[in-house]
């Protein structure tokens, strides 16, 4: 059940989204950074989360992760960066925390697996014999999905897991659709947020339409900013980094004081940046 921000039964509290930073790529999709929030759907498939209590003078703490980094360049390559957790933290709340998504596997000796995350980046390609795809990467729960399937024998691989769903399988020669973001109204409009980077491909796959997954192709596209988008990837070219995460809180009223210069729109604070807000 969705609680209103503001005072309930003499106590304030807070409704939030957290979004981790989104996986970079290399030849798999990168998976979207985990999403945790108390308004309209949460990250996994999970139940809402709760709203925290906001106590006057106390300082809360907000870190806005990092996308991953871009995969290097074949051949030999390394598989694409996982993304940064993104949080909130105060001396009255257990920390709420996402998890960063998972990078993208290469087209590789040794680094081709999909790396776990928030939401999962999809497996890259074994580089020898009989060019054996690698494990995809798994999603945290109650934050997003797994990576879809990549092909063995290469030629095209999976799309990074979603938020909301869970990555797409290749497709003959062509690059998994990146799994589904999650449309979130906590700002009043509703904003596609984590959305699953495209696999590699001869022909890539889509990125997220929800949520800003970068497109696979030649060569990858970058997750969106502040989206905790997974990067799209490449056909053995250039990879992409993940997007940056990103913070909201709505506590009903206006706050003392913040750091981190979180921009204001009524009762609703936007970190696009790490800082602090007090109430």
Known sequence: MQ?????????????????????????????AGGLRSTVTATGGGGALESPFIVLPG??????????GVAGSTYPGGNAGGNGSSSSIAGSNITTISTVGGGGGGMFSAYDYDGKNGGSGG???????????????????AN??????????????CGGGGGAGGVGGNFSGSTGGTGGTGLNISITGSSVGYAGGGGGGGSTGGAGSPIGGGGAGGVNGTAGATNKGAGAGGTNLALAAAGGSGVVIIDAGIVAASTTGSPSLSGTVYTFTGSGTITF
């Open 3 to 31: 609680i209103l921000a503001g005072v309930s039964s003499g106590a304030i509290v807070a409704n939030y989204l957290v979004v981790a930073g989104g996986g970079g790529s290399a030849y798999g999709g990168g998976g």
């Open 58 to 67: 106390i300082t809360y703490t907000v870190t806005v992760g990092a996308g």
């Open 122 to 140: 999809a497996a890259g390609t074994l580089d020898s014999g009989a060019y054996t795809a690698g494990t995809a990467g798994t999603g945290t």
């Open 143 to 156: 934050q997003g999905f797994g990576a879809g399937a990549t092909k063995n024998g290469s030629g095209a």
